[in-house]
């Protein structure tokens, strides 16, 4: 199935007819059970449903035309990249609306943790991820994919072409990297 998905992403590349609809019939299924993995972590009563974020990324990801993706792995990769910024987007519009916009301090261990961060949890684990990434780009890449797309870390390792050890061990580092951003 990789190979599938490598070779349609390379038709889509070529504008090939009909690759839109082929790629989106190999990995919707795959794209909702990673939506709906990020959707289990968002509060209570959130108006976007899996489905709604499937379709939203989905369209992002292939209404820029400049994009193209490598393979399987690189597509998913960006999948979890946009699923998160439009999640960012609402958590901002969110706490715009209930807080006037302040951001309260978090720590990571309790962002981490809990089930359901808060729009504040989000943005301020945003803004940390967006600093690690300028830091160390694969470390960021870890919580992007274990955080916010949920991923396990055999997935995580899966996508980014690593072995399951060097994910553990950079998912430790960057949680380590993490929670001294967050200390006070």
Request: glycine content about 8%; cysteine-free; aromatic content about 6%.
């Amino acid at each position: 199935m990789e190979g599938d998905i490598t070779r349609i992403l390379d038709e889509l590349g070529r504008d090939a007819p009909g690759a839109e609809e082929a790629l989106l019939e190999r990995v919707y299924d795959e794209l909702k059970g990673l939506a709906e993995t990020q959707m289990r972590r968002e509060r209570q009563g959130h108006t976007l449903q899996p489905t709604a974020l499937v379709h939203e990324a989905y369209l992002r990801l292939l209404g820029d035309k400049d994009a193209s993706f490598e393979d399987r792995a690189h597509f998913f990769g960006a999948a979890a990249r946009v699923m998160r910024r439009i999640l960012v987007d609402i958590a901002r519009a969110r706490a715009t609306q209930k807080r006037g916009g302040d951001r309260v301090r978090v720590t990571w261990d309790g962002a981490a943790s809990s089930g359901a961060p808060s729009a504040e949890d989000v943005l301020a684990i945003h803004d940390a991820l967006e600093k690690l990434e300028r830091a160390d780009p694969s470390l960021s890449r870890v919580v992007e994919l274990r955080f916010f797309a949920g991923l396990t870390g055999d997935e995580t390792a899966a996508v980014m072409g690593l072995s399951r050890r060097r994910v553990v061990a950079q998912w430790e580092l960057a949680r380590a990297w993490l929670f001294r951003e967050f200390s006070p």
